[in-house]
Structure formats: structure tokens, C-alpha cells
């Protein structure tokens, strides 16, 4: 997660706004210090804070409260008027409730007293920058599904595709649960995404959580957060996911994975809209819609005694089924179409086309992977055709499908027999491995112990087939 967080504070700005220069030098040493990938800027008053942030993107301001001619308040005031995306943390050395209260109704992230702890500034600065990330992210996400004539890539005319994207509309303005059903590699996490883009919430964080990626015992503290001391390790105080998406949405993907008890705990949310951190004898409010997915019958989860009952119907106030590619297969071309065309401008290669053998083997196919294979697929032949036309024998022994009696042979026609062993083999290391990681969210340790294989073996044959374990991993995938 590091990481990712470091890339994302790569491009990030902090204005820092007092009216003492020692304290402005004091304040620029330790971020220059300690957060080497973030630019700083100062300002000794409020006036010239405001010609800063009108002329450059400014990503958060810490801002003092007592200054002489304009005041923090008055700052955060102009700021908020100003429309901008800048997160607003307060200083004083007059730290009082009244002060702490009035700034963050007044739109401030957060409120530290001086003299600070060094390490509590950071914590708080690099909490706001995570936020401010997230917040651009979404306003990035709202933009293009507003410039997208099928809204977020659900490409289609076909009845199931249409009666789904209605379905999406209406929901998103509901603020009500949502239960998100379908077949792995249908687009649950982008119909979430979409519900999110279209209402209220939009320019609020948007988290999806791979549930069954996360280790049982971690997944708790990453929803609800823990307070220093909780376990060995909890170093300090930790939000958890619920109050990151706070004013948001939260997915949790694959919700039949999770245990009982935390299952209860979920519940407990749904209820009262409170959460209780790990280590914390009180529970504070969150304001986060709650969509769920899943691949799974939870009906038939409920009758084995697997998932609580009273959680379904919490999670299934409305849902949204995305259908499988077999039900929607005269989409297909139109789908294909529109990949290639993408991937041809992701991958800054010349526009190719589709041959009428290659578009009728992919309208006749078996696409046990639904859209996500379809998209890998199109995507390995824009890499690998050398002309601008696609053909059949371009897909090679990708296209090769392993269901007997399937009408797919003729791909063989031209092999010896050792070859067309070879693309069969291929074919599943590159399908077993790809859904393995698929189902652990890149997580190498966990693939291998599903698969039966060892750690180093499974590395080799992903190394072997050029798979990238990083193209599986979710967002808070993003874990």
C-alpha cells in the first residue's frame, strides 16, 4: 500500500500559510525532510495564500488561524468559495473546542494546536493527501463517465444490456444498499463504480474492497481501523476503510466470502451507521452507502448456515445483476469493436480492424471468462498481430477452448501433434493461473496455496508466460 501511496503524492502541492517565518522555515525543513515526493510551497499571509492556490493545484493547506489582516478562518472561508479541491488543515497555538468546532463545520479536514508532535502532523497531513487523492480520483472518474456515450464502457444494445444500465440510473439516486450479483469477469465492480458516478456522492470517495484478497484476520482492522496498542504492530492510531469512504460509497466485493463475525459486525453498520475501531470502547458515525457483490448464491449460503439471513436482506434492499457474456452474445461484435479501438490508442499502435473469420470465431466462442476474457484476448492480439487487420490466427492457441465437444478444433488444422499439445497446455496455465490470481487479488503467497503449488514454482510460470500478478490486484484493490 505504500507504494501506492507514493505515487499518488508524486504530483501533490502543500501550501503552508503563517505569519511567522520561523515557523513557516520550521514547517517546509520537515516536510522537505520527511515527504521528499511533494512539493511545498509558504505564504506568510492569507492574501498571498489565495494568489498561490488561484494560479497553481494546491493539494492542502495548513493554514494558521491567528494571522494579522485576513485570519485562517477567513482563509477557509475564501477557500471553500473558491470551489476548491484543496484539503484545509487548521493550526493555532490557541487551541480551543470553539476554534476546533467552527473550523471543521466550516469545511476544515482537521485542526492540530501548536506547539505539534512532529509525528501527529504527518500522520494528519499524509491522512489529507490520501483523501485529497482519492477526492480527485472520483471528480476524475465523474468526468469521464459524463464524457462517455455508454457511461463507464457497458457497451451493448441488446435488452439485458439496456434493462441494465436503466436499472444502474435509477438506483444511483436512491440512497439505498445495493447488492450487485453476477459472474466473475461481468463487470460488478464497474456497475458499482457507475452507481457511485451518477449520484449524490460523486465527488466523494469511491472504495472497493476485494474482500476474499484481504487475510481474515487483517480484513477487520482495514474496514474499521484500530487505535494505537490494539494488537502488537498497531503503532499508532489507523482509520479504517469506512472512514476514508466517509460522505461516500464502499464496495465490498465478494461479500459471501466474509466470516460470521464479521458478518455481524457488517450488520451492525447497516443498523446504526456506527463503526467501533479495533482497541476503541466507543463507536463513532460514518455516512457511507453501502454496495455489495457477489458471485455467489447467498440464498443457498443462507440454507447451509454460511451467511447470515438478516445480512441479505440489509444488503439486498435493491439489486443490479450483471448479466454473463453467453446472454448478451449479440453484443459481442460491437464489444470487440470498441476494445480494439481502445487498446489500439492505449497501446499507440496503429488502428486495426477485425477480419470477417476472426469476428465470426469471436461472436461464436464459449466465453466461460465473460467480458474480462474477451478484453484480455483482444487485447493479446492487438499486441501480437504484425498486420492491421486481426485475424483468426492471430489468437493462436488463446482462442483454443479446453470444453470437450466444443466446436472450436479447427484451430489445430496445420499443427503436428506436439504443437497443438503445447497450445493446450498453454492455454490452461495461462486460464488456471490467471483465475487463481484472479480469485486471491495478485496475492502470489495465496495463489499458490489454492493451487496446490509451491511459492517458487508458481513464480516461474509467471514469470514463464509474462503474467503480471500487480494486473489482478483491486483497488483498496489497491490493499
Known amino acids: 500500500?505504500?507504494?501506492?501511496?507514493?505515487?499518488?503524492?508524486?504530483?501533490?502541492?502543500?501550501?503552508?500559510?503563517?505569519?511567522?517565518?520561523?515557523?513557516?522555515?520550521?514547517?517546509?525543513r520537515l516536510l522537505t525532510r520527511e515527504m521528499k515526493d511533494i512539493g511545498v510551497r509558504c505564504a506568510g499571509d492569507g492574501k498571498t495564500a489565495l494568489d498561490i492556490i488561484a494560479g497553481e493545484q494546491v493539494s492542502l493547506v495548513l493554514a494558521d488561524i491567528r494571522m494579522p489582516l485576513m485570519d485562517g478562518m477567513e482563509l477557509l472561508k475564501r477557500i471553500r468559495q473558491l470551489n476548491s479541491s484543496a484539503v484545509v488543515i487548521m493550526m493555532t497555538a490557541y487551541g480551543t473546542i470553539e476554534n476546533a468546532v467552527e473550523s471543521l463545520k466550516l469545511g476544515a479536514y482537521d485542526f492540530i494546536t501548536k506547539p505539534f508532535d512532529e509525528e501527529r502532523l504527518l500522520h494528519t497531513i499524509r491522512r489529507a493527501l490520501e483523501y485529497n487523492a482519492l477526492f480527485r480520483e472520483n471528480l476524475d472518474l465523474?468526468?469521464?463517465?459524463?464524457?462517455?456515450?455508454?457511461?463507464?464502457?457497458?457497451?451493448?444494445?441488446?435488452?439485458?444490456?439496456?434493462?441494465?444500465?436503466?436499472?444502474?440510473?435509477?438506483?444511483?439516486?436512491?440512497?439505498?444498499?445495493?447488492l450487485i450479483t453476477g459472474e466473475t469477469g461481468t463487470g460488478k465492480e464497474l456497475a458499482a463504480r457507475m452507481i457511485h458516478a451518477l449520484s449524490g456522492r460523486a465527488t466523494r470517495p469511491f472504495i472497493a474492497v476485494n474482500c476474499p484478497a484481504i487475510p481474515e484476520n487483517i480484513l477487520e482492522s482495514e474496514l474499521f481501523g484500530y487505535k494505537k496498542g490494539a494488537f502488537?504492530?498497531?503503532?499508532?492510531?489507523?482509520?479504517?476503510?469506512?472512514?476514508?469512504?466517509?460522505?461516500?460509497?464502499?464496495?465490498?466485493?465478494?461479500?459471501g466470502d466474509i466470516s460470521s463475525a464479521l458478518q455481524a459486525k457488517l450488520l451492525r453498520v447497516l443498523q446504526e451507521r456506527e463503526i467501533k475501531p479495533l482497541g476503541d470502547n466507543s463507536t463513532c458515525r460514518v455516512d457511507v452507502r453501502i454496495l455489495a457483490s457477489t458471485?455467489?448464491?447467498?440464498?443457498?449460503?443462507?440454507?447451509?448456515?454460511?451467511?447470515?439471513?438478516?445480512?441479505?436482506?440489509?444488503?439486498?434492499v435493491v439489486?443490479?445483476?450483471?448479466?454473463?457474456?453467453?446472454?448478451?452474445?449479440?453484443?459481442?461484435?460491437?464489444?470487440?469493436?470498441?476494445?480494439?479501438?481502445?487498446?489500439?490508442?492505449?497501446?499507440?499502435?496503429a488502428q486495426k480492424k477485425f477480419s470477417e473469420d476472426a469476428m465470426r470465431m469471436l461472436a461464436s466462442r464459449k466465453w466461460s471468462g465473460n467480458v474480462r476474457q474477451l478484453q484480455n484476448e483482444v487485447k493479446r492480439a492487438v499486441i501480437f498481430s504484425k498486420s492491421d487487420t486481426i485475424t483468426a490466427a492471430d489468437f493462436g492457441c488463446e482462442t483454443i477452448s479446453l470444453c470437450p465437444g466444443d466446436s472450436d478444433m479447427s484451430v489445430f488444422a496445420g499443427m503436428d501433434y506436439k504443437k497443438g499439445r503445447r497450445c493446450v497446455l498453454e492455454q490452461f496455465d495461462r486460464h488456471y493461473i490467471g483465475r487463481i490470481l484472479n480469485e486471491t487479488g495478485g496475492n502470489i503467497t495465496l495463489a499458490s496455496k489454492k493451487a496446490g503449488l509451491e511459492r517458487q514454482s508458481l513464480q516461474h510460470l509467471i514469470r514463464k508466460y509474462g503474467i503480471k500478478p500487480s494486473a489482478f490486484r483491486r483497488d483498496a484493490k489497491k490493499i
Do not use: W
Open 295 to 316: 458471485n455467489q448464491d447467498l440464498k443457498a449460503k443462507i440454507s447451509s448456515g454460511q451467511f447470515r439471513e438478516d445480512l441479505y436482506y440489509r444488503l439486498n
Open 319 to 349: 439489486s443490479v445483476h450483471t448479466p454473463p457474456l453467453r446472454e448478451i452474445s449479440e453484443d459481442i461484435p460491437l464489444m470487440a469493436t470498441s476494445f480494439l479501438s481502445s487498446f489500439c490508442r492505449e497501446l499507440d499502435v
Open 232 to 255: 502488537t504492530g498497531a503503532a499508532s492510531d489507523k482509520d479504517g476503510l469506512f472512514q476514508t469512504a466517509n460522505g461516500g460509497t464502499i464496495l465490498l466485493d465478494e461479500i
Open 142 to 178: 465523474e468526468k469521464r463517465i459524463k464524457d462517455s456515450e455508454t457511461i463507464g464502457q457497458f457497451i451493448g444494445r441488446s435488452a439485458p444490456v439496456r434493462k441494465l444500465m436503466e436499472t444502474i440510473r435509477l438506483v444511483a439516486k436512491a440512497e439505498v444498499t445495493v
Open 1 to 28: 500500500m505504500a507504494a501506492g501511496r507514493g505515487a499518488r503524492f508524486m504530483s501533490q502541492t502543500i501550501l503552508v500559510v503563517d505569519d511567522k517565518r520561523d515557523m513557516l522555515s520550521l514547517i517546509e
